[in-house]
């Protein structure tokens, strides 16, 4: 949680009370919506490398 509340605050520039108001479900969402912004700002540069999602590093919980 600590890692998805850090992501959001970081590109959102929201405070911990707004990131807390988010459901587990919302916050991981809006992650993976930011990773997708970087990804495609962000292209890697060497063939075959996948670009690093913060979701990447968070365990599954579906």
């Known amino acids: 949680m600590y ?3 850090s992501f959001i605050s970081y590109y959102f520039h929201w405070g ?3 990131v807390m108001g988010l459901d587990h479900v919302s916050r991981r969402r809006w992650c ?3 990773s997708q912004i970087n990804k495609s700002l962000t292209p890697s540069k060497k063939e075959n490398k ?3 999602s ?3 590093m ?3 919980r579906r």
């Open 3 to 5: 890692k998805e509340m």
């Open 32 to 34: 993976e919506e930011i």
């Open 58 to 60: 968070l365990p599954s």
């Open 54 to 56: 913060i979701l990447d």
């Open 16 to 18: 911990q009370n707004e």
């Open 50 to 52: 996948k670009e690093k």
